[in-house]
């Protein structure tokens, strides 16, 4: 069976924990080099030591994803390291839930700058490389909560249906160049409950998800299948959640 990952040069923010973490850890395992970036250098520094001590190939940056120079940066390092970057995986993001009456305007901010922001950024530090070598792979980590709209995600959601929005577009205009995929994930355990600030939700969000989440590891497998299809074949969009999830 062919490992069309083996070799690939792939980038990805939101690295050092949860979906980012699992699936840096898997595309390492079937031969990818992975650049992983985040803001916990440390968390960082750790898992690229380990996936070193089982032999893959990784290196890694610290990167705040709302800062465009440090993402452009990213990309050059991969690029710079080992001669191409073959898939971009925006995966940073963070979300906090609250009624829109509360107006929790710094966290509307903190949403649209990580989650959209974040994500052109990617995309904006990647295309000039696809285009230069005539390939490419962008994909955006997007969620459930832009697909079933709730009262205290307006916000989140709102911030990933745009992303959801400019995939689609963006795959379009590939015109063939470049495959562009988008991966919405439902409940997955991971720390990404831990930063909402609103106590009362972040506690009844965490329960539900101790019930009923799925491993990340769900998720690094569903980024992996697009990555590992032929050049010609572009998975578009995949939806991935607990059975149990409404």
């Known amino acids: 069976m062919n490992n069309r990952i083996e070799g690939k040069v792939i980038a990805i923010t939101g690295a050092s924990s949860g979906i980012g973490r699992a699936t840096a850890e898997l595309l390492a395992v079937r031969g990818a080099k992975v650049v992983l970036a985040a803001r916990r250098g440390g968390a960082l520094e750790t898992i690229v030591n380990a996936i070193r001590e089982k032999g893959g190939k990784a290196i890694y ?4 994803v709302t800062r465009r ?11 710079d390291t080992y001669g191409k970057v073959d898939v971009m995986i925006n995966n940073a993001g963070i ?19 990580v989650n959209l922001k974040g994500t052109l950024y990617g995309i904006a530090a990647a295309l000039p490389e696809f285009k ?13 909560a832009g697909i079933a709209i709730v009262p ?29 995929t988008g991966i919405s994930p439902g409940y997955v355990k991971t720390e990404f409950v831990s930063n909402i600030k609103n106590e009362a939700l972040r506690n009844a969000t965490q329960e539900k998800a101790d019930q009923i989440s799925i491993s ?26 607990p059975t149990i999830q409404s």
């Open 69 to 79: 120079d440090e993402v452009q940066a990213l990309l050059n390092l991969a690029v």
């Open 152 to 180: 205290t995600m307006g916000v989140y959601a709102g911030t990933k249906n745009a992303v959801r929005t400019i995939t689609e577009a963006l795959r379009q205009e590939s015109e063939g160049r470049w495959r562009v």
């Open 61 to 64: 940056m610290q990167v705040d």
């Open 95 to 113: 979300a906090q839930l609250y009624r829109m009456e509360e107006l929790d305007i710094e966290g509307w901010e903190q949403m649209i700058d």
């Open 132 to 144: 230069k070598q005539g390939f490419g792979h962008i994909i955006n980590i997007i969620s459930t």
């Open 216 to 241: 990340a590891d769900a998720i690094a497998q569903a980024v992996a299948y697009a990555i590992d299809q032929p050049d010609n074949v572009d998975v578009g969009d995949i939806v991935i959640r």
